[in-house]
């Protein structure tokens, strides 16, 4: 094969929303570059597993993978379970080439993908400078993600809105509710709530739940297939597969 396959690498759930939302983003990758074969992969609850997908990969002939983990921040997943599960693989399948791509986040597409589903739950650009947006994540135990959920606040506080609260539905806290109180305490009028998650699970259920709860005025949808969030796959994919300096064309 003379192009690399992309090997899309989620993390899986026993919610099939979130395989379906998966496959639906892997879809709209597909449809922004036609001639890419694009595979879609879970590390756990869902098929097909990571080393199932290469071994059909290198079985069919194919030489070089880019696998792309399907996260938003460098945390645990990143750091340890999709490396180590690629090494075993190149330790197996020594004739295949893995690269692994860097995690989606942060990323002004991203970023605009969160305007997208806010925008498409109500919130309205002349809203924005009495509105508070609560910046609602999974969580997550390492600094580094959280340093930069904190970065993507400050980002977006100087976007219109009148104050941005990160929250987190595990590990950390502000929970979802209790960002949305605490805007509503400093005298916020409106208060949006825009999960930074790609697919429905347990965790975006739970912050939907506190958004609720504490009476938010707009919950956004989860940033999902948007066509944003294909664009950013491909850009981290072409940026795996070509070394500093070269040419895509090359």
């Given at each position: 094969?003379t192009h690399p396959t992309l090997l899309v690498i989620a993390h899986g759930s026993r919610d099939p929303r979130h395989a379906a939302t998966v496959h639906?983003?892997?879809?709209?990758?597909?449809?922004?570059?036609?001639?890419?074969?694009?595979?879609?992969?879970?590390?756990?609850?869902?098929?097909?597993?990571?080393?199932?997908?290469?071994?059909?990969?290198?079985?069919?002939?194919?030489?070089?993978?880019?696998?792309?983990?399907?996260?938003?921040?460098?945390?645990?997943?990143?750091?340890?379970?999709?490396?180590?599960?690629?090494?075993?693989?190149?330790?197996?399948?020594?004739?295949?080439?893995?690269?692994?791509?860097?995690?989606?986040?942060?990323?002004?597409?991203?970023?605009?993908?969160?305007?997208?589903?806010?925008?498409?739950?109500?919130?309205?650009?002349?809203?924005?400078?009495?509105?508070?947006?609560?910046?609602?994540?999974?969580?997550?135990?390492?600094?580094?993600?959280?340093?930069?959920?904190?970065?993507?606040?400050?980002?977006?506080?100087?976007?219109?809105?009148?104050?941005?609260?990160?929250?987190?539905?595990?590990?950390?806290?502000?929970?979802?509710?209790?960002?949305?109180?605490?805007?509503?305490?400093?005298?916020?009028?409106?208060?949006?709530?825009?999960?930074?998650?790609?697919?429905?699970?347990?965790?975006?259920?739970?912050?939907?739940?506190?958004?609720?709860?504490?009476?938010?005025?707009?919950?956004?949808?989860?940033?999902?297939?948007?066509?944003?969030?294909?664009?950013?796959?491909?850009?981290?994919?072409?940026?795996?597969?070509?070394?500093?300096?070269?040419?895509?064309?090359?």
């Amino acid at each position: 094969m003379t192009h690399p396959t992309l090997l899309v690498i989620a993390h899986g759930s026993r919610d099939p929303r979130h395989a379906a939302t998966v496959h639906a983003l892997t879809e709209r990758v597909r449809a922004e570059r036609p001639g890419l074969r694009v595979e879609t992969a879970f590390l756990e609850f869902n098929a097909p597993s990571v080393p199932r997908v290469l071994e059909r990969l290198a079985a069919q002939g194919a030489d070089e993978v880019v696998a792309l983990p399907l996260l938003l921040t460098r945390a645990f997943h990143a750091k340890t379970d999709i490396p180590s599960v690629l090494r075993e693989a190149r330790a197996r399948l020594p004739r295949l080439r893995i690269r692994q791509a860097d995690v989606l986040g942060p990323s002004p597409l991203l970023n605009a993908t969160l305007g997208r589903r806010l925008r498409e739950a109500g919130a309205r650009p002349g809203d924005l400078p009495r509105t508070g947006l609560v910046l609602a994540s999974a969580g997550s135990s390492d600094p580094e993600a959280i340093a930069v959920i904190a970065e993507i606040a400050r980002e977006l506080r100087h976007t219109g809105w009148c104050a941005v609260r990160p929250a987190f539905a595990s590990a950390l806290l502000p929970r979802t509710e209790d960002a949305v109180r605490e805007l509503r305490a400093e005298g916020v009028e409106r208060v949006a709530v825009a999960p930074y998650v790609i697919a429905p699970g347990r965790l975006p259920d739970r912050i939907a739940a506190g958004a609720e709860a504490a009476g938010a005025d707009v919950l956004a949808d989860v940033l999902g297939p948007a066509p944003e969030l294909a664009r950013l796959l491909l850009d981290r994919f072409d940026e795996a597969r070509v070394p500093a300096g070269a040419s895509l064309s090359a």
